[in-house]
């Protein structure tokens, strides 16, 4: 297995060790943070949104645990627009299945018509 294929996991380990250090109180110093940010940064380029939704989120209550406020609105903005993006994806997505859905059953029913009227 290649590096290339590796990534994937070593940004999710990273994230998820962040995230369980955070849930169990064991993180130090900004340690948890910045274990984080290289999760963030691996997920930018792995262009993985759904993992990036969940890091801006322990961001967001990183940096709120910290008292950098600032830095947790921006990751909140940044959370927002990932997410955002991820639910016009899902709903682009939905409407194209139903835009084909639809075509289908026209041209069935086109069909069906072309020989009701063959047969009379």
Do not use: C, W
Request: hydrophobic share 30%; no cysteine.
């Amino acid at each position: 297995m290649n590096i290339l294929t590796k990534m994937p996991r070593i940004a999710l380990a990273l994230v998820f060790s962040a995230s369980l250090l955070s849930t169990t109180g064991y993180s130090q110093h900004g340690e948890n943070t910045d274990t984080l940010e290289r999760g963030s940064d691996l997920t930018k380029k792995l262009k993985s949104m759904e993992a990036r939704k969940e890091v801006y989120l322990d961001l967001i209550e990183s940096y709120s645990a910290e008292g950098h406020y600032e830095k947790a609105y921006a990751n909140q903005l940044l959370y927002s627009q990932v997410k955002d993006s991820l639910f016009d994806e899902d709903k682009s997505k939905e409407i194209g299945k139903l835009e084909a859905k639809y075509e289908m059953e026209r041209t069935i029913e086109e069909e069906k018509l072309k020989k009701n009227i063959r047969l009379k």
